[in-house]
Every structure is written in structure tokens, then in C-alpha cells.
């Protein structure tokens, strides 16, 4: 399944700065410039953590980035994401791909919060 990690509208991170912040954190992360021929995705990146592999892109307005691995994984991403970003970004909003999940990641938010909101019945 592929998550939406979306800044506040507006706010937008550029290429350079995103892969930095990236491979400060995961040296070890692949960057490569996006495939797609749609225009829709800047870059796109891989890197291992703990229970999977996260696969991902950054979108080319660099406000938005699509991504998939293990929800524990990615719940853990979107907080470090969030921890990396200037107030003016935020609260960033987490959501699956149906938009049937969702949550605001806020200053309090804990990774136990983000997986609660994912593995409870989607919104009807």
C-alpha cells in the first residue's frame, strides 16, 4: 500500500535539501531522478530499515512524498520526516492511498497514534 506524506499547502522542500535530510539520516539511501514520463514525481528513493524495504518518490512541487514498506516502518518515517520539517510545513498530513485512512502528525503525535489510525476500520 502507498502512503501520502503532504506538507501544509504552500510549503514545499527542495530536491537537494529532501535527499540531504535523506541520506543524513540513511546513508545508505538510493536516489535516483523519477522515471515517469507524467512529470508528476522529482525523484525517487530507496533505503532499508528495520521490518522492510521503504520504496518512495518525492513529487516534483516538493510538497508531497509517496511511499510504501511495513506500517511500522513507514509510521516511523513519517514521524522522523516531520521532526526534520520548519513549523510553516506543518502539521503534515499521513494517508493511504484510498484516502480511507488518515492522520494529522502533530508535535505530540507518537508512532503508536499513527498505527492505531492505520490498522482501525476505514473510513465509510
Known sequence: MDYFLMAREGWSIS???????LQSRWPLTKVRPASSSD?????DFQFEMANSTID???NSEGSTIIYNGALRDCAEFARWYHSMLPPEAKPLLLFDEGY????????GTTHEDILHAFKNKPIQ
Do not use: C
Request: proline share 0%; net charge neutral; hydrophobic share 45%.
Open 15 to 21: 530536491v537537494h535539501q529532501f535527499i540531504e535530510l
Open 39 to 43: 512529470g508528476f514525481r522529482a525523484i
Open 56 to 58: 518512495g518518490s518525492l
Open 100 to 107: 480511507n485512512r488518515s492522520i494529522e502528525l502533530r508535535e
